[in-house]
């Protein structure tokens, strides 16, 4: 088994991440790893024979190699980039936490994590790792689009962290993933996730690095509608919201509202329905609100009015 010309063209754009022997180590894991159809395992690239080196040196490469994980995801997405551009500038992409389950005493970071396909556990856990994958958004046809993948980074738990690796949350791993992606002048990377990626600490540290975020709004946040107008000669201070209503029980208040962190730029939104909006906050935000005709209400968060 030996790599076409194609290719070598194809991995050429690698070449200075890498050692000369490094990279004879990458060409082999992407050759041999892209044409299993089956579980990835490092003994079947040590068995191509591209490489006629002891079994320890493929261990040593991806464990003490002298290259970095983050450039060769950036070089990858360098790739990837101008399929995943619309004709407006805008660069899509996707994050996702995926759990893998696992058992045994000698693997990295197992713990306990949020499984939602996971029928065997009442809570819908899942032991094993808990991966967060970065894909672009490519439209291969009309109204057809496929995931490519960039790049992933383990998620642990606070407790099962072992000594001398910082803790970091996976919402936290998933922003720093969005803001190394290098765009080019003129560009904007939104970034498409589920309603568990729509919290503060997320959203504020992409918007500060000029991404943008769209997902489903999440199930406890809360709406609040403006305070009623005040009369002449009420005592106190004036009131800084009124009535709140949460996501799934009805539609939002009339003049609508976002507590914050969450406050909007104050427009509305292009969706079908009604948009929730205030007229202050550090950042600017959107929540939607669309008619059930039947089914569950709709609701999704944009960090920009830019939906539609």
């Not at 490519?138 to 383990?154: C, N, S």
């Not at 948009?275 to 005709?293: I, L």
Request: include cysteine.
């Amino acid at each position: 088994m030996v790599p076409s010309p194609e290719w070598q063209v194809l991995l050429e754009p690698f070449r200075p991440l890498f050692t000369r022997p490094g990279f004879r180590y990458f060409c082999a894991f992407v050759f041999v790893l892209a044409h299993l159809d089956r579980r990835l395992w490092v003994t079947q690239v040590i068995l191509s024979g591209l490489v006629d080196r002891h079994f320890t040196s493929f261990y040593r490469f991806l464990s003490h190699g002298a290259w970095l994980l983050a450039a060769v995801r950036q070089q990858l997405w360098t790739l990837c980039r101008p399929a995943c551009q619309g004709a407006d500038g805008r660069v899509f992409a996707v994050v996702e936490a995926t759990v893998c389950p696992k058992s045994g005493k000698h693997f990295l970071g197992l713990g306990w994590h949020h499984d939602p396909v996971s029928r065997q556990h009442p809570r819908h856990l899942s032991h094993g790792h808990c991966w967060v994958c970065l894909a672009g958004l490519a439209e291969q046809t009309r109204e057809h689009f496929v995931a490519l993948f960039i790049g992933t980074a383990l998620s642990v738990q606070r407790k099962s962290c072992p000594a001398g690796r910082t803790f970091a949350p996976k919402l936290a791993l998933a922003a720093e993933l969005a803001r190394e992606l290098p765009l080019l002048p003129g560009q904007v990377l939104v970034l498409v996730a589920d309603g568990a990626y729509a919290r503060h600490a997320f959203v504020q540290s992409l918007c500060a690095a000029g991404r943008q975020v769209v997902s489903r709004l999440r199930r406890d946040t809360v709406f609040y509608d403006l305070p009623p107008v005040r009369k002449p000669g009420t005592k106190g201070g004036p009131g800084v919201t009124g009535p709140n209503t949460r996501p799934g029980s009805g539609p939002p208040p009339a003049s609508g509202g976002m507590p914050e962190p969450c406050a909007s730029l104050g427009r509305r939104c292009p969706y079908s329905g009604r948009a929730a909006s205030s007229g202050s906050g550090p950042w600017g935000c959107r929540s939607v609100w669309s008619p059930s005709n039947g089914r569950p209400d709709r609701w999704s968060f944009s960090s920009r009015p830019m939906c539609g």
